[in-house]
């Protein structure tokens, strides 16, 4: 009776442990394909890298740099040394900032994808999130770690404070700026770099000081159309067609006035008894 019971027994929990150990094989082969599939998931979107540097402040570095200073080396027909920490190809986001595309105050677009956006900061977060892949965080690409050599505040219209000057800062940004003269244009490569030299650190350098009366940029720039006088020109070219139409219809107005007032005057002769 007990070897019966005992087979019974056997008969129904066999197919329980089977299932229970299908489920547990199952469960951990589950658990090794969403392993693989996560790794495939990482492999295919790695965690972005952050740029520590900022694109605002690079961007006010760059125009600086293109507006009081490309015009003076493009002048002299000299060509920037790779070492040197102010070209084009040293700034990280200059590949995405060739590519924006500005048509209108709130229709910038994406060179890229050509997605349109209301404002420049919605198309630097896009570029951030959809093309980040284009910025090389390479060391010494940050173009803003040489604001305080170029007047960066000065170029985004930041207003200073009234407070003292910072001798100690001043002295620190003088020497960037002086380094950045020496790497630039090393006065022992010829006569372009000695007057490139001496015109960079007039036009860039002298500023950092607590001395008052000395100004960035004295040299001045490129020179821009100013867009207040495109507008106007443009203002002119459309009513100076218009002005001349009102006047010559109110000429032909005085002219019909004149004519219908000697008709008058010959019809009231004409009546008068001789």
Same mark, same amino acid.
Request: net charge positive; aromatic share 8%; proline share 0%.
């Given at each position: 009776?007990?070897?019966c019971v005992g087979r019974l027994a056997l008969l129904?929990? @066999?197919p329980l442990s089977v299932s229970f150990l299908l489920l547990v094989a199952g469960s951990h082969q589950g658990q090794g394909f969403h392993e693989a599939a996560g790794s495939r998931i990482r492999l295919q979107n790695p965690h972005k890298h952050e740029v520590h540097c900022s694109r605002e402040r690079s961007r006010a570095a760059w125009e600086a740099i293109d507006e009081y200073l490309m015009p003076f080396v493009e002048k002299e027909k000299y060509e920037l040394p790779s070492k040197c920490r102010l070209r084009s190809d040293n700034d990280i986001f200059r590949e995405q900032e060739q590519h924006k595309i500005h048509f209108d105050i709130n229709d910038w677009r994406c060179g890229f994808c050509?997605? @349109?956006f209301r404002a420049e900061?919605?198309?630097?977060?896009h570029f951030e999130n959809r093309h980040n892949n284009l910025v090389d965080n390479s060391e010494g690409r940050c173009l803003a770690?040489?604001?305080g050599a170029?007047?960066?505040d000065l170029m985004m219209e930041f207003k200073k404070p009234k407070s003292k000057c910072n001798a100690a800062a001043a002295a620190r940004n003088r020497h960037l700026c002086e380094s950045l003269a020496d790497s630039c244009f090393p006065i022992n490569q010829g006569l372009s770099a000695t007057r490139l030299h001496e015109f960079f650190l007039r036009q860039f350098c002298d500023a950092h000081t607590c001395k008052h009366g000395t100004k960035p940029f004295p040299k001045g720039g490129r020179k821009q159309t100013n867009r207040f006088y495109l507008a106007l020109c443009i203002l002119t070219l459309i009513l100076l067609p218009l002005f001349y139409l009102i006047v010559f219809l109110q000429q032909r107005e005085v002219?019909?006035?004149?004519q219908d007032l000697k008709q008058l005057s010959k019809v009231g002769h004409k009546k008068k008894p001789s």
């Open positions: 009776m007990l070897c129904l929990f @066999a050509k997605k @349109a900061k919605f198309l630097d977060q770690d040489l604001c170029l007047h960066c002219r019909k006035g004149v």
